[in-house]
C-alpha cells in the first residue's frame, strides 16, 4: 500500500512569510497528525484529526499556524507568519484509528532565514 | 507532565556486538508503549507496541521488554543496516492516544 505522501520535501523562506506543507493519509486512515521535529529531538505533537474534526490541538501555536483536514482525507497545515524558531521538519502521520499505529510521511524541511 | 527519557543519546557498536537501548518513562496510567526506528531523513518507522509490564516483541535482532518505569531495546548481534534513531513513545492522552517522543538514541554500528 502508499504510504504517507507529503509535500515539498524541502523549503526555504524569510521570517514573517508565509507557506503550506500539504499531507496525503494512507488511504482508509481516519485518524491524522501532524508533528514538529526540531533537530535533535523527538516528534512533538502539533494537531491530531479524526476524520475531518479536531481531536486535540492544544500544542498548536494558534497564533500563527492553523491547520485543516477537507474531506476527511488531505490536510494543510500553514505557518503565517514564520519565526526563526520555526525552523523544524514537519511530519505527518495516519492510523486506522487513534489506538493503531502511526505511520509516518518523509516530512517537510523548513528553513527560516 | 509526561515525560520519556531515552538513555544513552548515541551509541556505538562493532557489528555482532550486542547491546540494549533503554527508556524511562513517567507518566499517569500508561496506555501504550511504542518504539520506532528513523533513518536520516525519514519519517519514524513503527516497530513496537507494548501495553503491560512484563510483556516483550520481538523482530529480527530486535526485542522490547517493558517494566513499570522503563523499556529496554535489546539488539542482538547488530549489523550496520541497523544503524538509525531509535525512538520511544508513550500513549499520555487517554483513548485519543497522543504520543510523547523521548529524544531517541543514536546507533551507529561499525562493519
Known amino acids: 500500500e502508499a504510504g504517507v505522501a507529503q509535500s515539498p520535501r524541502y523549503k526555504i523562506i524569510e521570517k514573517r512569510q508565509s507557506v503550506a506543507f500539504w499531507c496525503n493519509p494512507i488511504?482508509?486512515?481516519?485518524?491524522l497528525y501532524w508533528y514538529q521535529q526540531i533537530l535533535g529531538q523527538g516528534p512533538k505533537l502539533l494537531i491530531q484529526?479524526?476524520?475531518?474534526?479536531?481531536?486535540?490541538d492544544s500544542q498548536l501555536p494558534k497564533d500563527r499556524f492553523s491547520a485543516e483536514r477537507l474531506k476527511g482525507v488531505d490536510s494543510t497545515l500553514k505557518i503565517q507568519p514564520a519565526k526563526l524558531e520555526d525552523s523544524a521538519v514537519y511530519l505527518c502521520?495516519?492510523?486506522?484509528?487513534?489506538?493503531?499505529?502511526?505511520?509516518f510521511g518523509d516530512g517537510t524541511r523548513l528553513s527560516i532565514l | 507532565e509526561d515525560q520519556v527519557t531515552q538513555s544513552p543519546e548515541a551509541l556505538r557498536l562493532q557489528e555482532g556486538e550486542s547491546s540494549s537501548l533503554n527508556c524511562s518513562y513517567t507518566?499517569?496510567?500508561?496506555?501504550?508503549l511504542f518504539w520506532y526506528r528513523q533513518d536520516p531523513g525519514k519519517g519514524p518507522e513503527f516497530l513496537f507496541t507494548?501495553?503491560?509490564a512484563g510483556e516483550e516483541k520481538e523482530k529480527e535482532r530486535l526485542k522490547a521488554t517493558l517494566t513499570k518505569k522503563e523499556s529496554f531495546l535489546h539488539i542482538t548481534a547488530p549489523k550496520p543496516e541497523d544503524s538509525a534513531t531509535y525512538l520511544c513513545?508513550?500513549?499520555?492522552?487517554?483513548?485519543?492516544?497522543?504520543?510523547?517522543f523521548g529524544k531517541g538514541t543514536l546507533l551507529t554500528v561499525n562493519p
Open positions: 502521520a495516519s492510523s486506522l484509528a487513534p489506538n493503531q499505529p502511526q505511520h
Open positions: 484529526f479524526q476524520n475531518n474534526g479536531v481531536v486535540d
Open positions: 488511504s482508509g486512515h481516519a485518524t
Open positions: 507518566v499517569s496510567g500508561l496506555r501504550g
Open positions: 513513545a508513550v500513549n499520555s492522552g487517554g483513548s485519543n492516544y497522543k504520543l510523547t
Open positions: 507494548l501495553y503491560s
